[in-house]
């Protein structure tokens, strides 16, 4: 029986090592990204649509404003002019229909965001499953082979006892004959 011939338990160890760096890194990773998935959403579907629904009640306060400030110079002109309460009226219009289309545009995106990103989130998490899971197998098999090999490493080959020397079919050198060869006397 050969000895195996290992040479490098240093490297196999050495792989291990960074395997588990790698498995570390890729966690925080997925973590990261789940995490910013989960800031992204709460923005879109909760700060964005408060921010602009407080824009919308504010723009139709200032629209309601201008259409009575633009009443006013109709009824007064002396109080203010019709053209800049007009404009004014005009550009609340405008700030209002913003407002509307920038809340709307949220909550479609709001709804999107979840159909298109839930998906993409199931897989993050069976990636983290599969690190966590898997990767912890391969690491702890990594270190039972450094373990299993330097043990064999440490062994000292058995040695058998002394093979009989070979027998020779040259005669004798008494003069005796082989068995099998020859007259019998």
């Known amino acids: 029986m050969r000895q195996a011939d290992v040479t490098s338990i240093e490297a196999l160890s050495s792989f291990r090592a960074h395997f588990l760096s790698y498995l570390v890194e890729a966690g925080l990773a997925v973590d990261q990204a789940s995490e910013e998935i989960t800031r992204t959403r709460l923005w879109l579907q909760h700060d964005q649509r408060l921010y602009w629904e407080r824009e919308y009640r504010r723009r139709t306060g200032l629209l309601a404003q201008a259409r009575q400030q633009l009443l006013t110079a109709r009824l007064m002109p002396e109080f203010r002019s019709a053209d800049t309460?007009?404009?004014?009226f005009h550009r609340a219009e405008r700030a209002l229909r913003e407002a509307e289309e920038k809340l709307a545009r949220v909550k479609q995106e709001a709804m999107r965001f979840d159909s298109t990103v839930a998906p993409k989130l199931k897989e993050l998490d069976g990636l983290r499953m599969f690190l966590t899971g898997e990767g912890?197998?391969?690491a702890a098999f990594l270190s039972g082979a450094v373990e299993a090999l330097q043990a064999y490493a440490e062994t000292r080959p058995v040695t058998a006892a002394?093979?009989?020397?070979a027998p020779s079919h040259a005669?004798?050198?008494d003069g005796a004959t082989p068995l099998g060869s020859g007259d019998a006397t």
């Open 85 to 88: 309460a007009r404009r004014d």
């Open 171 to 173: 005669p004798e050198a």
């Open 136 to 138: 912890a197998k391969a």
């Open 162 to 165: 002394p093979a009989p020397p």
